[in-house]
């Protein structure tokens, strides 16, 4: 479907109002990072807890190992709550997810000498706990390889995630974890007909685990939607991507009326080198791939989205002005509105990851610079 932009605001002030208008809202920087103690580069989706926004940072300008912080979501105080030191504890944390303040989470490094690139030991990655009261952390597994652990489910005290290398075929795998037992399995491992290299998010949907790779399928940069019954391991592949149809899923997925909803980095219009990207919807019972809209430039792929209501909402990284922008989609009409354009000042740059909601806001973070994390109300 053609989408068309009707409203856009610039060079609005963070931390202050936007003037009232038409499908306008308040937008407010909450936390503004400094690439020191507190960190750099937050990402993932932000974890509402208690009235604190939990997420996790890459690392800083110092160590780059990353921290687990929180931020108030009414006054925007701000607290490391676990930083990690780069050795068995683990660094730079990829995923999160929440269970009573018990935070289980993974890493991409630490955790022993599983990975070494170029002569220099990385680690292979951890899953971890950490007590968001106390701030006390605990090694759960460490995985024995360079795998990059991510997407992570919590189901009926299982969790659920995806290595981005690794398996049997070093293409990627999906894993399940029990805390209770420390008995960790890997479900499924992908080869390069099934896909390679799942991206870090998963999707729970009526009984099924839903995710995409990055490559493999059809050509070898094409990648695919799947689907894995996390009771069996059985993986069925939704729909293979080509690259006139957009290649490489590298948004998150979301579920709407029996179709999956999201964006590819690649494909559809060449008028970008390996094509600029999609939008696209697929129906889960079929396959059947439908082309929401052919992105013209690059900057508009690679987007973090959510449904609320009637609307899906997304954040493009270098949308706009090239500083980023959050849109809210109509589902049935596909009509898209410019809801804020970042300007690359003390509101953030380069929105990446899907928004949080809860009681009527909007929460999410940006990686320009040092980051920050933002609040917006419609």
Do not use: W
């Not at 999201?262 to 094509?275: I, K, R």
């Not at 809209?293 to 449904?307: D, K, L, R, V």
């Not at 809801?339 to 320009?368: Q, R």
């Amino acid at each position: 479907m053609s989408i068309s932009r009707r409203l856009a605001f610039a060079a609005l002030v963070a931390g202050t109002a936007v003037p009232p208008a038409a499908n306008a809202g308040t937008f407010t920087t909450l936390y503004s990072f400094t690439g020191k103690a507190d960190g750099q580069g937050p990402y993932g989706p932000l974890i509402y807890y208690g009235g604190e926004l939990v997420g996790l940072t890459t690392g800083n300008i110092f160590t780059g190992l990353g921290n687990m912080f929180k931020v108030n979501s009414s006054t925007g105080r701000f607290d490391v709550v676990y930083a990690f030191q780069g050795g068995a504890d683990g660094a730079v944390p990829t995923a999160m997810v929440n269970q009573g303040g018990i935070f289980y989470g993974t890493t991409s490094q630490g955790g022993g000498s599983g990975c070494v690139i170029d002569n220099r030991v990385y680690g292979g990655g951890t899953i971890f706990s950490v007590n968001e009261k106390t701030g006390a952390e605990a090694v759960l597994y460490a995985f024995p390889g360079c795998t990059n652990p991510g997407g992570l489910v919590y189901l009926q005290g299982i969790i659920y995630g995806v290595t981005q290398n690794g398996g049997a075929n070093s293409d990627g795998s999906v894993f399940s974890f029990n805390p209770a037992t420390s008995s960790f399995n890997t479900l499924y491992s992908f080869t390069e007909a099934t896909g390679v290299a799942p991206n870090l998010q998963l999707l729970y949907q009526n009984g099924l685990l839903y995710g995409a790779t990055e490559a493999g399928g059809n050509c070898f940069f094409c990648g695919v939607v799947f689907s894995i019954d996390p009771t069996t391991g059985t993986e069925t592949t939704v729909h293979a991507f080509g690259p006139a149809h957009g290649r490489s899923v590298h948004s998150n997925l979301v579920y709407q009326a029996g179709s999956l909803i999201g964006d590819t980095y690649g494909g559809g219009n060449h008028a970008c080198q390996g094509g600029c990207g999609v939008s696209f919807k697929i129906k889960v019972a079929t396959g059947h791939e439908k082309i929401l809209e052919t992105f013209a430039t690059s900057a508009e792929n690679y987007s973090g989205q959510i449904i609320v209501g009637g609307s899906v909402y997304e954040t493009i990284p270098s949308g706009g002005n090239g500083y980023g922008e959050l849109l809210q989609v109509d589902l049935k009409s596909g009509q898209q509105t410019v809801l804020y354009t970042f300007t690359g000042g003390s509101d953030g740059s380069n929105p990446v990851a899907p928004l949080l909601y809860h009681d009527g806001a909007f929460y999410g973070t940006t990686d320009g610079g040092y980051g920050t994390v933002f609040k917006f109300v419609p």
